[in-house]
């Protein structure tokens, strides 16, 4: 009997602290999944309406397509918004605001964060940028989604920056030449526009990161209409 007894307050114990670090658990998914984002989520929502980014006139309206005379950005303060960042194979609700810096901070809360020694937007060169795969907004948790010659498109104040995705790859999270402004090769002086994402990989892991490129196609100014690539996915306009 008695041994019958202390068998089952064993297993009562046990029982508890299961239910309990279910509930841990939880809680930090609740946490990470939810809470992080919608903090992430007003942040954004904050920072471009205290933006000063041209409206366009017409956002049923394709834009033109430029193809030579690129705009030239003038590097932005760290920690200041450049613009957002739209892509279409994720949804037609999607888009993160970009700022300057990949401090924790600024990954954690404003979506995609821009390594300063990189190329602007539509510069020759690599423009980079890193952001979160999982929790505070997951920015980039559909990435390996992403197909060759996908849109992805960057607006800053008065400009559109229209990119296709290019190649991929999974690396070791120490391998940082991805956004050299040639990609792995640190003695090549750029000719293209190039982008490139950072993320970590696999899900819920900083295992690997996984590396995104993709390369100009063309410009155009925010004032004269929206990205054929945008109306298309019926992407709205933030």
């Known amino acids: 009997m008695l041994k019958n007894k202390l068998t089952h307050n064993i297993l009562g114990a046990l029982c508890e602290i ?5 509930i841990v658990v939880g809680l930090y998914i609740f946490y990470l999944v939810v809470w992080t984002g919608h903090i992430s989520t007003n942040a954004q929502d904050l920072a471009v309406s205290k933006s000063d980014m041209t409206a366009p006139v017409d956002t049923k309206k394709p834009c033109p397509e430029y193809r030579n005379n690129y705009p030239v950005l003038l590097d932005v303060p760290e920690g200041q918004i450049i613009g957002q960042i739209y892509i279409p194979r994720f949804g037609s609700q999607y888009w993160r605001t970009l700022f300057q810096g990949t401090d924790k901070q600024m990954l954690d809360t404003m979506g995609f964060g ?14 980079s940028s890193a952001a979160h795969r999982n929790g505070y907004g997951s920015s980039l948790a559909d990435i390996d989604k992403i197909s060759k010659n996908d849109a992805i498109v960057v607006r800053t104040k008065d400009y559109w920056f229209v990119y296709k995705a290019t190649t991929s790859e999974i690396v070791d999270p120490y391998k940082t030449d991805g956004i050299l402004p040639v ?5 090549t002086k750029p000719a293209e526009r190039l982008l490139t994402f950072t993320t ?16 100009i196609d ?3 100014k925010v004032s004269q209409g929206v990205p054929t690539e945008l109306l298309v996915a019926g992407v709205e306009i933030k």
């Open 114 to 127: 821009h390594y300063s020694q990189t190329a602007m937007p539509g510069q020759t060169g690599n423009f």
């Open 18 to 22: 299961c239910l309990t670090l279910a």
């Open 218 to 220: 063309y410009w155009s």
């Open 200 to 215: 970590c990989h696999p899900q819920y892991s900083s295992q690997f990161r996984f590396i995104q490129h993709a390369r």
């Open 183 to 187: 990609p792995y090769k640190p003695d």
